[in-house]
């Protein structure tokens, strides 16, 4: 691995390298160490910085260039989720049990042997949540959690971190409540951080590291 800006423990909260020195592979890594408190969580996604990092690994720091984003109107409805929402099958709740949700993200997926949702993590965004910057969105179906997500709310920017789903389509339905009620809100973009398969197929695209900056 090529070197990386190290933070020492006892580093102020704001001190993050430049995100143009992040390296080209892995794409987007920047830093490593430090802590996860709230002050520096706050500080890294106000620079468009998140943490991302294995068990066993120190904590590590990306922002990758491009960077995957979804605009909220270009939210893309499969035929079947659009059923769904249609017969009323799910609820939605905001903020009403953010524990249980990061559970069921951090749950390990059938075939998976592990999650990056440490323990260490999991803490880290319970507190930004009870001081209001992370937010979960809770999917019913029946009566029973079906499934939502969580992200980090910086200015007109909504990151999301995770989501799950128990039941079909409950992620999926969780991403549409939240792309259908940004514009009320003033979120003008959802961050979905690093490219897949699954997120381009409800219409993620990539965006330039200046512009995502910009945006917050």
Request: aromatic share 10%; hydrophobic share 40%; charged share 20%.
């Amino acid at each position: 691995m090529n070197r990386i800006f190290w933070i020492s423990p006892d580093a102020p909260p704001d001190q993050f390298p430049d995100v143009t020195r992040a390296l080209e592979d892995p794409p987007g890594l920047l830093a490593g160490g430090g802590d996860l408190s709230p002050e520096r969580l706050q500080a890294a996604y106000r620079r468009g910085i998140f943490p991302w990092y294995l068990p066993g690994q120190p904590v590590l720091w990306w922002s990758p260039d491009p960077r995957e984003v979804l605009w909220p109107a270009e939210f893309h409805c499969s035929r079947s989720l659009q059923r769904r929402l249609r017969r009323n099958e799910f609820t939605f709740t905001e903020d009403q049990d953010f524990a249980r949700t990061i559970d069921g993200c951090a749950a390990n997926r059938r075939g998976e042997s592990g999650t990056w949702i440490t323990a260490e993590m999991r803490t880290a965004y319970l507190g930004l949540a009870r001081l209001g910057h992370a937010h979960s969105i809770e999917v019913w179906q029946d009566g029973m959690l079906a499934g939502g997500l969580y992200g980090v709310r910086t200015g007109k920017v909504f990151s999301g971190e995770s989501m799950y789903s128990l039941r079909p389509d409950a992620s999926k339905a969780a991403l549409a409540w939240l792309a259908g009620r940004c514009s009320g809100r003033g979120i003008e973009l959802i961050d979905c951080q690093m490219p897949s398969a699954h997120l381009r197929s409800l219409g993620s695209q990539p965006m330039p590291r200046a512009q995502f900056l910009a945006l917050l």
